[in-house]
């Protein structure tokens, strides 16, 4: 199993950028789905982002779509979440997530979770 540690969250005003990370361990970072997801105080967890091993695929939400991007470097098990023109309401902790797959195709489920980071958006 993938161990996941998430970094970059922080306090920004609304409109800024912030550029999470998703540090993975063992060698089989590239075998990995890899999602970013957030939970608000009061509100169930919802998907953000995901990108396939390769990073052939990406798939985003409605609400994040054209403001957030999600990318990898296999070389350095790594996945990053560019977060731009923030608004107040995604203010959440986010989520590293990771689902081994067998091609190159985003999974339903995700097995494998950091402890996340928190991200505060100011008005």
């Known amino acids: 199993q993938v161990q996941l540690v998430e970094s970059g969250g922080g306090l920004v005003q609304a409109g800024g950028s912030l550029r999470l990370s998703c540090a993975a361990s063992g060698r089989t970072f590239s075998s990995y789905a890899m999602g970013w997801f957030r939970q608000a105080p009061g509100k169930e967890r919802e998907f953000v982002a995901t990108?396939?091993?390769?990073?052939?695929?990406?798939y985003y939400p409605d609400s994040v779509k054209g403001r957030f991007t999600i990318s990898r470097d296999n070389a350095e098990n790594t996945v990053y979440l560019q977060m731009n023109s923030l608004k107040p309401e995604d203010s959440a902790v986010y989520y590293c997530?990771?689902?081994?797959?067998?091609?190159?195709?985003?999974?339903?489920?995700?097995?494998?979770w950091g402890r996340g980071t928190q991200v505060t958006v100011s008005s």
């Open positions: 990108i396939s091993r390769t990073g052939g695929y990406t």
């Open positions: 997530a990771a689902e081994r797959a067998v091609a190159d195709y985003i999974p339903a489920d995700f097995g494998s």
